[in-house]
């Protein structure tokens, strides 16, 4: 598990680098260069423009439209991801039980509790990298449209619902709903293994508190692009894993 927050912060901070963050606040035009610009984020700008423009020049619903659109192109990604993590989740007691067979630390044993995990992946057809190749992808995606969000001048002139798209929301009410959909969404998400893993547990409160106070910090377009992906994420998350879900809930009440 700790391999794997490992790999997944070192990606995160590679494909930030990679992404430009530094021109987050520099506008995005047609004449913006650089394969980051010209062929993710301008063309994400340009999206949500003609949006905006057919809905009478309303930013906020085209971001709405684009974030679903998005979230929808990358379902198919999503799905497998989450069958691969649980397929992992269903070979863990398996592989609990050969790290207490090999629980030597010298080398030769720490070379056959390898062989055995491998044979264990092959026996249940569990590719341990396969939760990771749909992130890879999804990230670019995902970070190209944060920065059409912050990088499209015309979005910080508009207004939607009670908050200026360009400034943060004056009674925090996104940034709020931004952190309570994503402890939902991940709640969801580790049902019966948050409690199992002291890791994912710290996990499932960090990240919402992390995104209240970014959220709280950027523009309110941005935090109404985590609350709608949140939800859109929720709505998923229910129906790809809604038997898992109710055992899990039909679990807790047999507890009490």
């Known amino acids: 598990m700790k391999r794997?927050?490992?790999l997944l912060a070192g990606l995160v901070s590679i494909l930030?680098?990679?992404t430009g963050c530094t021109e987050v606040n520099v506008p995005i035009t047609e004449e913006s260069e650089?394969?980051?610009?010209?062929?993710?984020?301008?063309?994400?700008?340009?999206?949500?423009?003609?949006?905006?423009?057919?809905?009478?020049?309303?930013?906020?619903?085209?971001?709405v439209i684009v974030t679903l659109i998005i979230r929808l192109a990358i379902l198919p990604l999503m799905i497998k991801q989450m069958k691969s993590s649980k397929a992992m989740q269903a070979i863990q007691p398996e592989m609990q039980k050969l790290r207490e067979k090999y629980s030597s630390k010298d080398q030769q044993t720490q070379q056959k509790l390898q062989q055995e995990t491998m044979a264990l992946f092959q026996k249940h057809g569990v590719?341990?990298?396969?939760?990771?190749?749909?992130?890879?992808v999804?990230?670019?995606?995902?970070?190209?449209?944060?920065?059409?969000?912050m990088r499209t001048e015309e979005i910080a002139q508009h207004n939607f619902l009670w908050f200026d798209l360009g400034e943060r929301d004056p009674f925090?009410?996104?940034?709020?709903?931004a952190g309570v959909t994503t402890f939902i969404q991940q709640k969801m998400m580790m049902a019966g293994t948050a409690n199992q893993n002291p890791q994912m547990a710290m996990m499932l409160w960090l990240m919402p508190i992390m995104i209240v106070v970014f959220a709280i910090s950027f523009p309110a377009a941005l935090s109404l692009y985590w609350v709608?992906?949140?939800?859109?994420?929720?709505?998923?998350?229910?129906?790809?894993?809604?038997p898992e879900l109710r055992a899990s809930k039909d679990d807790g009440g047999n507890k009490k």
């Open 4 to 6: 794997r927050i490992f």
């Open 16 to 18: 930030t680098l990679l």
């Open 34 to 63: 650089g394969f980051w610009n010209s062929y993710i984020v301008y063309p994400l700008s340009q999206l949500i423009t003609y949006f905006a423009e057919i809905t009478g020049d309303n930013y906020g619903i085209s971001i």
């Open 127 to 136: 590719n341990p990298l396969a939760g990771c190749f749909p992130l890879i």
């Open 138 to 149: 999804q990230m670019p995606i995902l970070i190209g449209f944060y920065h059409a969000i």
């Open 172 to 177: 925090f009410i996104l940034p709020l709903v």
């Open 228 to 242: 709608v992906g949140n939800i859109f994420m929720i709505v998923q998350t229910y129906f790809v894993k809604g």
